[in-house]
């Protein structure tokens, strides 16, 4: 059932062929590979061009995807239905979490390694600091979806 859900208008060969049009693109490690994302790098200077003509060839495929271009470098393409806020939405249904009454945003990435993008750490910080109902984990990948979790339990 996941991975049906992960699959919806994703095509990871067709990603791979419409980026191998461009030239500016290359890919990061094996390490930095999944089946519903792939990431490579790109000089913050090109980005808003790849990024936007990337987006039109991919819908023109069919394809329904998220393209985020973070940290001045990196630029991952994902199935629209991956990623971290997405999980986090996907557990949340699956254990039920509403019914318990748990609210609030999440805000991935932490401090040290600076994986959250750099526009969401900007309005984190003008925005949401003083508001409980926003944290900014700050543990890494699933176990700050997972941080997230323990800390709106224990604030509802």
Not at 9 to 17: N, T
Not at 82 to 105: C, H, M, S
């Given at each position: 059932?996941?991975?049906?859900?992960?699959?919806?208008?994703?095509?990871?060969?067709?990603?791979?062929?419409?980026?191998?049009?461009?030239?500016?693109?290359?890919?990061?490690?094996?390490?930095?590979?999944?089946?519903?994302?792939?990431?490579?790098y790109?000089?913050?200077g090109?980005?808003?061009?790849?990024?936007?003509?990337?987006?039109?060839?991919?819908?023109?495929?069919?394809?329904?995807?998220?393209?985020?271009?973070?940290?001045?470098?990196?630029?991952?393409?994902l199935?629209?239905?991956?990623?971290?806020?997405?999980?986090?939405?996907?557990?949340?249904?699956?254990?039920?979490?509403?019914?318990?009454?748990?609210?609030?945003?999440?805000?991935?990435?932490?401090?040290?390694?600076?994986?959250?993008?750099?526009?969401?750490?900007?309005?984190?910080?003008?925005?949401?600091?003083?508001?409980?109902?926003?944290?900014?984990?700050?543990?890494r990948?699933?176990?700050?979806?997972?941080?997230?979790?323990?800390?709106?339990?224990?604030?509802?």
């Open positions: 059932m996941v991975l049906h859900y992960l699959d919806h208008k994703w095509d990871r060969d067709v990603v791979l062929e419409e980026i191998a049009k461009f030239p500016e693109l290359t890919m990061q490690s094996e390490t930095e590979q999944r089946r519903h994302k792939v990431s490579f790109l000089e913050k090109k980005a808003p061009n790849v990024v936007k003509a990337l987006s039109k060839r991919l819908e023109k495929r069919g394809l329904d995807v998220k393209i985020i271009y973070s940290n001045g470098i990196a630029l991952d393409v199935a629209q239905a991956a990623g971290k806020g997405r999980t986090l939405a996907f557990l949340l249904e699956k254990l039920n979490v509403d019914e318990l009454g748990i609210r609030g945003t999440l805000v991935c990435g932490d401090s040290t390694v600076n994986n959250a993008q750099e526009e969401l750490l900007h309005w984190y910080t003008e925005n949401a600091r003083s508001n409980p109902q926003i944290i900014h984990a700050t543990e990948c699933a176990a700050g979806i997972l941080q997230a979790i323990g800390e709106f339990s224990q604030a509802n």
